[in-house]
């Protein structure tokens, strides 16, 4: 195995590789790995250039600790996709081909463009259930692309460019809501943040992480909030920033809270990082952050904190992850290449990720905020409760990030605060009701209706 014990803080030219993880490499031959994906059956699937340059899509024996070439395809696939134990999807050279026969043949059904992307929704999901993205072909916009028909046909999706500021879309990633109240809902990120449809990816609107140029999200995940509440979360980049930052959104992506710092040296590398929630381990809470350089940092308290635990084993250069996954056990398991030689391959932790230790007892918060009532037509209140004295401003946020009323700001003593919320002049939608004081922020969600 590879690896050891990791350190509390990162060194200034990061985590020695392996460090924080036992780690196993999976399989020959070699490979440059790029994608994985689960098989319906439980097998393990990647592509990539071999250590004798011969470039394939593979399947992992477990027992024989082999990669065994599956397909027909003449070169490695960009990404593959299962939709069903002999119906796979596969984006080669930008375009999208499709089998029926476990990949034995192929047909070309959609000429796409932009990044190696495709996201298949879970069935029965409402809205979207079903539906695969991929990037669009459209040479300027390059936003995604739906299939209502499991890949047959592909629809670019629309972008109004007065809403978003540029015809310059360009996404990077997609997810759709599975859990909650926004489930059905799809998320993509790109060059310049994040975008949200709730007509199942045929149109999109900008989140209030949107800013041209400015912010890159590569990365979008489901996990759980301290509430047990349904949270994504994002890696994303800023450009006033040099590092990734995570952010995690409690509204299915409309906002999100303020983001925090993952440091890690870049070297020129320029991939996005992957995410990789724990509650299939039995851990709801916990979410593993994996960088470009194979750095891994973690939540345990649905993103509040991030500490540091470990790097992948990736060597020093330009090698870098590429993918992130969790096994039905447990175990992290990576894909790792390189630019311009072959080498690397997939590794996989030796044994599951750890629990997290027991948290410390709950104590009282500082601050807390209550709604009520919620919905509302036109009146509703807010109510606060502050462990000490000092300045309280509360106020309205809409779905943008943008303020849009402000109920109170001044002094207020400590304990309970309740003030009336005249609503009738906010359009009808969903809102964050805010309140800042010196002992923190809290914040609520307000539904108005109309």
């Given at each position: 195995s590879l ?8 060194a ?6 392996g ?6 490499r ?17 097998s393990?699937?990647?592509a990539?250039?071999s ?10 024996d477990?027992?024989?600790?082999t990669w065994?070439?599956?397909t ?7 990404d593959l996709a299962?939709?069903g ?17 476990g ?9 796409a ?5 495709l ?7 409402r ?7 991929t ?7 390059n ?17 109004d460019?007065?809403l978003f500021?540029?015809r ?9 809501v599975?859990r ?6 799809v998320?993509?990120g ?5 975008a949200t449809?709730?007509?199942?990816g045929?149109?999109f ?6 800013s041209?140029?400015?912010y890159?999200?590569?990365e ?6 301290p509430?047990?509440?349904?949270r ?8 006033t920033h040099?590092?990734?930052?995570a952010?995690?959104s409690?509204?299915?992506?409309e906002?999100?809270?303020?983001p925090?710092?993952?440091?890690e ?9 992957g995410l ?5 381990a039995g ?9 470009p ?6 939540t345990?308290?649905g ?12 060597p020093?250069?330009y ?14 398991i ?12 997939v ?11 027991a ?10 905020l ?6 509302s037509t ?6 606060w409760?502050?462990?000490s004295?000092?300045?309280a401003?509360?106020s309205v ?5 943008r303020?849009?009323?402000v109920v109170?700001?001044g ?13 009738s ?7 964050v009701v805010r ?7 809290a914040s609520?969600?307000?539904s108005?209706v109309?």
């Amino acid at each position: 195995s590879l690896g050891g014990s990791a350190s509390a803080q990162p060194a200034s030219g990061g985590l020695p590789p392996g460090e924080g993880f036992d780690w196993e490499r999976l399989g020959t031959p070699a490979f440059d790995a790029d994608y994985l994906t689960f098989a319906p059956d439980g097998s393990l699937w990647s592509a990539g250039v071999s250590i004798h340059y011969a470039s394939a899509t593979y399947v992992y024996d477990d027992a024989a600790d082999t990669w065994r070439d599956t397909t027909s395809l003449t070169s490695a696939p960009d990404d593959l996709a299962f939709l069903g134990p002999d119906t796979l999807l596969v984006r080669f050279n930008n375009d999208i081909n499709r089998s029926v026969d476990g990949g034995e043949t192929w047909e070309d059904t959609y000429d796409a463009g932009g990044e190696e992307l495709l996201h298949v929704v879970p069935l029965g999901v409402r809205r979207s259930g079903g539906r695969v993205f991929t990037t669009a072909r459209h040479r300027y916009t390059n936003g995604l692309a739906y299939s209502t028909d499991r890949g047959r046909r592909f629809t670019e999706s629309v972008y109004d460019s007065s809403l978003f500021g540029t015809r310059d879309i360009r996404a990077w990633t997609a997810l759709a809501v599975t859990r909650g109240p926004h489930a059905g809902r799809v998320l993509m990120g790109g060059i310049h943040g994040i975008a949200t449809s709730d007509d199942g990816g045929e149109s999109f609107r900008p989140s209030a992480l949107w800013s041209l140029y400015h912010y890159g999200t590569g990365e979008i995940a489901e996990g759980e909030g301290p509430d047990g509440q349904p949270r994504l979360f994002s890696i994303m980049t800023d450009t006033t920033h040099p590092y990734k930052l995570a952010t995690h959104s409690d509204d299915g992506g409309e906002t999100w809270s303020a983001p925090v710092s993952l440091p890690e040296p870049q070297d020129g590398v320029g991939d996005r990082g992957g995410l990789v929630w724990l509650g299939p381990a039995g851990q709801p809470r916990s979410v593993l952050a994996i960088l470009p350089r194979g750095h891994i940092y973690r939540t345990d308290d649905g993103g509040g904190s991030w500490s540091l635990v470990g790097r992948a084993p990736v060597p020093e250069g330009y090698d870098r992850v590429r993918e992130a996954v969790l096994d039905a056990e447990g175990r992290l398991i990576v894909s790792a290449a390189r630019n311009g030689t072959v080498v690397n391959g997939v590794f996989r932790t030796v044994e599951p990720v750890p629990v997290a230790s027991a948290s410390a007892p709950p104590t009282v918060p500082d601050l807390s905020l209550a709604v009520e009532p919620n919905p509302s037509t036109s009146r509703t209140a807010v109510r606060w409760r502050q462990a000490s004295a000092g300045a309280a401003r509360v106020s309205v946020f809409d779905a943008r990030g943008r303020e849009v009323l402000v109920v109170a700001d001044g002094h207020c003593p400590s304990g309970e605060h309740r003030m009336e919320v005249d609503a009738s002049g906010l359009a009808g939608g969903v809102y964050v009701v805010r309140v800042v004081t010196p002992g923190g922020t809290a914040s609520g969600r307000l539904s108005v209706v109309r």
